[in-house]
């Protein structure tokens, strides 16, 4: 049974003489010049030397309100082109640079519906997903979901790991792109600083779908203790794991301290895994009225069980103990310089990333970014951080 259905059911019952509808979205155009790493080349079977990639995506999002309910979708689609795309002789594994330049590959987090299409050639990737389409209806102190929709929650940019659901892009060089999730959302406003959202979500991506599908229950709060403390709680059970964590945020005048902490349970069932761990610790300030400062230091557990491949489409770079700090420059009121560097403190992996915008009129911007790794890193502690290429590259964009 198809999302579709599902809303054209509950939409049955609505009059739609009093809608109130809106369309926004934004294309893309994207160039980049890569450079392979030469340890990826000599030891992982990544036979490149220099390639282009090119890239064009863009969003078409409606919403549709009426009464107390509204409707939202979003239709994303995706066209890359780069030689690395080509299929290789087995054994030989794919190339991986593709996966980091379309971070995040997967648009729907938790997949029951299967409302995509992509195709794949020798030298290109087609991808249209509609991922986002929901109902959604309020009663007093309550609200119901269902369908497709983002969760969006947590202070990370960088690194979020008490939202498994939406994945922050805060490294890529991709913006304007959200993760669905097929399922069920109750909201339960329990007091006026109490609100508590309880998610039942459905996947059948999770491995190889054989007629089962992979259930997510989960609860989050957020709990306002004031104008300064918010504490957010997380629980449930998603992915085969049982997670438990949480957030605490407080606010200065022009500042921000927040924390983040989820533990993960071994899978549920016999597969082969390892509990995971995984903590921040986040700082955010304006510092002057031109420079906004941002940083974030934390833990992620490494997987044992997941390979190299797989570690960069769950958390695009692969640290263990990592520091990062962004900074963002307005020089002028059309044009922001930005700078995040990045380091590994366990293996010694820097990388330095600079996206610098300039505002074009009319609702277009022209990005001009570069991803560097200043340096590689112990190879033998984070196998994977011989994957990550040198890049520079241009993006244009506009809104409507």
């Known amino acids: 049974?198809?999302?579709?259905?599902?809303?054209?059911?509950?939409?049955?019952?609505?009059?739609?003489?009093?809608?109130?509808?809106?369309?926004?979205?934004?294309?893309?155009?994207?160039?980049?010049?890569?450079?392979?790493?030469?340890?990826?080349?000599?030891?992982?079977?990544?036979?490149?030397?220099?390639?282009?990639?090119?890239?064009?995506?863009?969003?078409?999002?409606?919403?549709?309100?009426?009464?107390?309910?509204?409707?939202?979708?979003?239709?994303?689609?995706?066209?890359?082109?780069?030689?690395?795309?080509?299929?290789?002789?087995?054994?030989?594994?794919?190339?991986?640079?593709?996966?980091?330049?379309?971070?995040?590959?997967?648009?729907?987090?938790?997949?029951?519906?299967?409302?995509?299409?992509?195709?794949?050639?020798?030298?290109?990737?087609?991808?249209?997903?509609?991922?986002?389409?929901?109902?959604?209806?309020?009663?007093?102190?309550?609200?119901?979901?269902?369908?497709?929709?983002?969760?969006?929650?947590?202070?990370?940019?960088?690194?979020?790991?008490?939202?498994?659901?939406?994945q922050p892009t805060g490294l890529t060089s991709i913006s304007q792109v959200a993760q669905g999730n097929d399922g069920f959302n109750f909201t339960y406003y329990a007091s006026e600083g109490h609100t508590i959202d309880l998610y039942y979500l459905g996947d059948k991506s999770f491995d190889d779908y054989e007629g089962k599908i992979i259930s997510t229950i989960w609860v989050h709060g957020e709990y306002q203790l004031g104008n300064e403390l918010q504490i957010d709680y997380v629980l449930g059970q998603d992915q085969k794991r049982d997670k438990l964590g949480g957030q605490i945020r407080y606010n200065l005048t022009e500042a921000m301290i927040f924390a983040e902490t989820l533990y993960q349970s071994d899978y549920v069932d016999d597969t082969p895994s390892n509990p995971l761990w995984d903590f921040m610790l986040g700082y955010d300030q304006q510092m002057t009225s031109k420079w906004h400062l941002r940083a974030e230091a934390g833990y992620q557990k490494t997987n044992r069980f997941t390979g190299l491949n797989n570690t960069l489409n769950e958390r695009f770079l692969p640290t263990e103990y990592f520091i990062a700090f962004a900074n963002q420059f307005e020089i002028h009121p059309l044009i922001k310089l930005g700078g995040t560097i990045v380091n590994d403190v366990k293996t010694g992996f820097t990388y330095f990333i600079t996206r610098n915008t300039f505002d074009l009129g009319h609702n277009t911007e022209l990005d001009i970014f570069g991803y560097i790794p200043l340096a590689k890193g112990d190879d033998i502690e984070n196998p994977a951080q011989k994957l990550v290429t040198t890049d520079v590259g241009m993006a244009l964009r506009t809104f409507f």
Do not use: C
């Open 1 to 166: 049974m198809k999302l579709g259905f599902i809303l054209l059911i509950l939409l049955s019952f609505k009059a739609w003489s009093k809608v109130d509808s809106d369309f926004s979205g934004n294309v893309e155009a994207q160039h980049r010049h890569s450079w392979n790493n030469k340890m990826a080349k000599d030891d992982l079977f990544q036979d490149w030397d220099e390639e282009d990639f090119f890239l064009m995506y863009g969003n078409l999002n409606g919403k549709f309100e009426f009464d107390n309910s509204r409707i939202e979708s979003n239709l994303f689609a995706r066209y890359a082109h780069s030689d690395l795309f080509k299929s290789r002789p087995a054994p030989l594994p794919p190339f991986a640079a593709p996966q980091i330049f379309t971070f995040p590959n997967k648009l729907v987090a938790r997949d029951l519906f299967k409302l995509q299409h992509t195709h794949q050639d020798e030298n290109s990737k087609e991808e249209l997903i509609l991922n986002k389409f929901f109902y959604e209806t309020s009663l007093g102190n309550h609200r119901f979901m269902a369908g497709r929709m983002y969760i969006n929650y947590g202070q990370g940019e960088i690194f979020n790991p008490i939202n498994p659901f939406n």
